[in-house]
C-alpha cells in the first residue's frame, strides 16, 4: 500500500473532526511523522519507518499511553502469528502492582513496529500497601462462600489438580494474589474506579461453587464475586450422534467405575498425544448416592457397551478429540494454552436454576480447573439424543478454554466483551463441527432434531438480533443474547449476502469462504482482542487480521469491513466527503473515502468554497482515500502544522458504494417511517453540557446513553421517557466526561440514531 503525505505550516480543523483526547495528544509534532493519522489512543497505527521497537515501545515512548513515573508495562505474553507477525501482549502495573483486566498489544510486522492497541488507566492515586493481610482475605472469602467441603479438602481432588497443573506446589487451597481491580465491574475504566484487592478463586464441593472473589485489601469487604462457569444457554431439544466412528482407549491400570475398584482393562482415556491426554468421566445423578462422584468408565475388552452413561462418555472422548485436532491441525494450537496439557471432560453433569431446582441442559467450561462439563439434557438420562455433547457444543467449550488462556485475567462476564467471547466459541464450535462432518449447517446445536439454539444465518429467527444496537439487542448486556451480531457477521463473511439493516444502512457483502474467514477470525481473537474489548474495537481487529494475511488492498479485507457494516458497526467517519470551513486554533483530524475541500456541501457534493482560517499552533491532518483540495478562501498562518494524506486503500475498509447510507454527516436525519425529522447537538465542542435537540412528528419514548469511541457505554442520560410531538431540547451534563469523542445514541420508538460530539473541557 503506497501513502502519499504532505506536510505544510498551517492547521485545520473543523467539525466534525476529532479533537485528540487531552490526555494523550497522538498529533503532538513529536509524534506526527511517526503514526497514521488516522490512529486514536486505544488503535496506533505506525508508519513503516517509525524508530520504535515493538517489545520496547512504552520505555522508548511511555508518553503515547501518558504514563507516570508510577506506571509500568510487563509483557507477560508473545505469539507469532501465521503470517510472521509477532505481538507483545502487556499488563499495566501501577507502583508493581498488576491492573486487572488492563491489557495492550503491541504487533510487529519484518521487525517493524506497526500497531499498538489496548487499554491504559491514566492518572492512578492510590495506596498499594494493604491493611489485611492474605491469610485474613481468605477467611473473608470462606466465609462469603461458605461449605460442608471444599474441593481441596478432597485429596483425590487435590491430587489430580497437582497432575494436571504439572506443578506439586498447586493447589486448589484459595491463593489471594494482590491487584488492583474495578470497584465498579460495569462501570467506567478511570482512576476513581479502582481500588486495591486480594482475588481468590474458591471452590466448594457441597454444596458446589466455583468462584472468584475480591476482597477489599483495605477495608476486608468484598467487593463482588464472579462465577467461574462459563455456559451455553440451555435448550430443551434433543441430540443425534455422529455414527460408527474410531474412539482410542487406553489400556491401564486405573480406578474404575463408582466406589474407585482399581483394574487393569480399556478406560476412557485417550493417551495417543501423551501431553494432552484426554479423560471422559461420568458423574453420579442427582439423588442418587452417588452423587458428587466422578469416575471413568472402563471394558475388559475394548468392546463397549452402546448405550446410557458409557454412549455419552465415549461420545464426548471422540468429540474432545475431535476438537483438539481441529485447533492442532489447522492453528498448530494444542490443548487449551497451545502447549498441551491434560483435557478433563466430565459427563452428565447437574446445574441448578434460579430457584436451586435440579436440571440437566446445559454445558459449560470452567476455567483454573481447566474443565469442561456436559448435562444429560432435559430427561437428565445420559445417552439419549437429549445430551449436550454435539460436535459445535464441545468445539463451543474447548474454544472458551483457548481464549481463556489468551488473556492474563479471566474475561468480564458480562457486556460486549462476553458476547463476542460467546460469538467466538460459536463460531469455532461450528467450523469443528464443519471440519469433522464436511458440510456447514450455520446453527449452534444444530444436530438435534428440535432445531439449535442460535442461528448464524437468521438470529431474528430466535429473537437475537443481527445488528450491532439493533432489534433484540439487550441493553443489560446477556452475553448470549448480544452475541449473533458477531456470528452473522462471519456467516455473511463466508457466504455473502444482501439486505438492509436495523439502522436502514444497505448492504452488499462478497463471501470469501469459511476457510479464509476461519483464519481472520482466529488472528483477530489471539493477536488483537483484549479481555474487555467491544465491538468496535473487534470490527478494527477483524480488518487488521484480515491486512495482515492478505493485504490491504485485498478483497478479504473489503469484506471483512462490508461485513462489520452490514451488523452495524462501522467506523465513525465522514465516510464519501469532508467540508472543513471557519477558524480554528486546536489540533484536529479528519478522513473521507473520497474527497476533503474547503467547501460546502449539498446532499454529499460539493458547493461553493468557503474561508478556512487557521490558527498557531495546532496540528491538523486529513486523511482521504482520493484527494485533499485546498480552495481559495483557505488561510493557514505561520506556526501551524498541516498534514493531507492520501490512502489509495482508505477505502477497503469499507463498502465504498453504501457508505453514504451508514452514518450521514449531516445533522439533519430522516428515517424511514419519518417519527423524527432532525436531531442536533450543541455546542461543539461541549465543555460543561450539551444540548440535544429533536424535532419529533409524533409523541415517542425517548432513550439517550452515551458510548466512547472504541463502542463501550459510558452513561446513559435518559432511559425510555415519554417525550411530547414537536420542537425538544434536552440538556445533559458532560463535567464528569474527559475531553475526547463520543458517540451519543438516541432511540426514538426502539430505532437508533448516532450522533458523534466532543468534548474539551
Not at 506446589?169 to 478511570?190: C, H, M, S
Not at 480488518?543 to 458497526?569: F, H, M, N, R, T
Not at 470551513?581 to 474547503?598: M, P, Q, R, V, W
Amino acid at each position: 500500500m503506497k501513502k502519499l503525505f504532505i506536510v505544510c505550516s498551517c492547521l485545520l480543523l473543523m467539525f466534525p473532526m476529532v479533537f485528540a483526547q487531552q490526555q494523550i495528544d497522538l498529533q503532538n509534532k513529536k509524534f506526527v511523522n511517526h503514526i497514521d493519522p488516522a490512529s486514536k489512543p486505544g488503535w496506533i497505527e505506525f508508519r513503516f519507518e517509525a524508530p520504535y521497537i515493538a517489545e520496547d515501545l512504552f520505555t522508548q515512548q511511555p508518553e503515547l499511553l501518558g504514563m507516570k513515573e508510577d506506571d509500568e508495562m510487563r509483557i507477560f505474553k508473545t505469539n507469532t502469528d501465521v503470517a510472521g507477525n509477532k505481538h507483545y501482549k502487556f499488563a499495566q502495573y501501577y507502583r508493581g502492582v498488576r491492573i486487572e483486566g488492563v491489557e495492550h498489544i503491541t504487533h510487529e510486522r519484518n521487525g517493524k513496529l506497526y500497531l499498538a492497541n489496548g487499554d491504559f488507566i491514566s492518572d492512578l492515586n492510590l495506596s498499594v500497601t494493604p491493611a489485611i493481610s492474605k491469610e485474613r482475605s481468605i477467611q473473608i472469602a470462606l466465609n462469603e462462600i461458605p461449605a460442608e467441603e471444599y474441593l481441596w479438602e478432597d485429596v483425590m481432588e487435590e491430587a489430580h489438580f497437582k497432575e494436571e497443573k504439572k506443578d506439586e506446589n498447586a493447589t486448589l487451597y484459595p491463593a489471594p494474589e494482590l491487584l488492583i481491580v474495578k470497584k465498579d465491574a460495569k462501570g467506567e475504566k478511570a482512576a476513581n474506579n479502582y481500588v486495591l484487592a486480594y482475588r481468590m478463586y474458591v471452590f466448594a464441593k457441597k454444596p458446589y461453587a466455583a468462584k472468584y472473589v475480591y476482597v477489599d485489601a483495605q477495608t476486608g469487604e468484598i467487593i463482588r464475586t464472579n462465577d467461574m462457569d462459563v455456559n451455553c444457554s440451555p435448550t430443551t431439544y434433543e441430540t443425534t450422534f455422529n455414527g460408527e466412528q474410531t474412539i482410542s482407549t487406553d489400556y491401564r491400570t486405573e480406578d474404575c467405575g463408582s466406589g474407585g475398584d482399581t483394574e487393569t482393562e480399556y478406560f476412557s482415556i485417550d493417551d495417543c498425544d501423551p501431553d494432552s491426554e484426554i479423560k471422559s468421566y461420568y458423574s453420579g445423578s442427582y439423588g442418587t448416592l452417588s452423587y458428587g462422584e466422578d469416575w471413568l468408565y472402563c471394558d475388559s475388552d475394548n468392546d463397549w457397551y452402546i448405550a446410557d452413561g458409557t454412549k455419552m462418555v465415549l461420545t464426548s472422548l471422540w468429540a474432545a478429540k475431535r476438537a483438539f485436532a481441529y485447533f492442532s491441525a489447522e492453528f498448530g494450537h494444542e490443548s487449551y494454552d497451545g502447549t498441551d496439557g491434560l483435557i478433563d471432560v466430565f459427563n452428565n453433569k447437574t446445574y441448578f436454576d434460579d430457584d436451586d431446582e435440579p436440571i440437566c441442559y446445559n454445558a459449560n467450561w470452567q476455567p483454573v480447573l481447566d474443565n469442561i462439563y456436559f448435562g444429560s439434557g432435559v430427561d437428565c438420562i445420559a445417552g439419549t439424543t437429549d445430551d449436550f455433547n454435539t460436535l459445535d457444543i464441545i468445539g463451543h467449550e474447548y474454544t472458551h478454554g483457548i481464549v481463556y488462556y489468551a488473556h492474563i485475567d479471566p474475561l468480564y462476564s458480562f457486556g460486549q466483551a462476553a458476547a463476542l467471547n460467546e460469538s467466538f466459541a460459536d463460531i469455532f464450535g461450528e467450523m469443528v463441527e464443519h471440519w469433522v462432518e464436511g458440510s456447514i449447517d450455520w446453527i449452534q446445536g444444530g444436530d438435534k432434531t428440535a432445531g439449535g439454539v442460535r442461528v448464524f444465518g437468521d438470529p431474528k429467527s430466535v429473537d437475537m438480533p443481527d445488528t450491532y444496537l439493533g432489534d433484540f439487542w439487550d441493553d443489560d448486556g446477556e452475553e448470549h443474547q448480544n452475541s449473533t451480531v458477531q456470528s452473522y457477521m462471519f456467516y455473511l463473511l463466508c457466504v455473502g449476502g444482501s439486505g438492509t439493516n436495523d439502522h436502514g444502512v444497505q448492504y452488499n457483502v462478497e463471501g470469501i469462504g469459511n476457510e479464509v474467514a476461519e483464519e481472520i477470525g482466529w488472528q483477530a481473537m489471539l493477536n488483537y482482542l483484549n479481555n474487555d474489548d467491544g465491538y468496535v474495537t473487534a470490527r478494527n481487529a477483524w480488518i487488521q487480521s484480515a491486512i495482515d494475511l492478505y493485504g490491504s488492498c485485498s478483497q478479504e479485507v473489503i469484506s471483512v469491513g462490508q461485513a462489520w457494516q452490514a451488523v452495524g458497526v462501522t467506523e465513525y467517519t465522514s465516510f464519501d466527503n469532508t467540508s472543513f470551513c471557519g477558524t480554528y486554533s486546536t489540533t484536529g483530524y479528519a478522513d473521507a473515502t473520497y474527497g476533503i475541500e474547503n467547501a460546502n456541501l449539498s446532499f454529499g457534493d460539493f458547493t461553493t468554497n468557503c474561508t478556512t482560517t487557521i490558527n498557531s499552533p495546532a496540528v491538523v491532518t486529513l486523511e482521504s482515500g482520493f484527494y485533499v483540495q485546498l480552495n481559495p478562501g483557505f488561510e493557514a498562518k505561520s506556526g501551524s502544522t498541516f498534514i493531507a494524506w492520501i490512502d489509495e486503500c482508505e477505502i477497503s475498509d469499507y463498502d465504498a458504494g453504501d457508505l453514504k447510507y451508514a452514518e450521514t454527516n449531516s445533522e439533519d436525519i430522516i428515517t424511514t417511517n419519518e417519527i423524527i425529522s432532525a436531531i442536533h447537538l450543541y455546542p461543539v465542542p461541549a465543555d460543561q453540557s450539551v444540548s440535544v435537540s429533536l424535532e419529533l412528528r409524533e409523541q415517542s419514548n425517548i432513550s439517550i446513553s452515551v458510548m466512547d469511541i472504541s463502542g463501550r457505554e459510558i452513561t446513559n442520560w435518559m432511559y425510555d421517557q415519554f417525550t411530547e410531538k414537536g420542537n425538544n431540547t434536552l440538556q445533559f451534563s458532560t463535567i464528569d466526561l474527559m475531553s475526547g469523542v463520543y458517540i451519543c445514541v438516541i432511540k426514538i420508538n426502539g430505532e437508533m440514531h448516532t450522533n458523534k460530539f466532543i468534548v474539551q473541557h
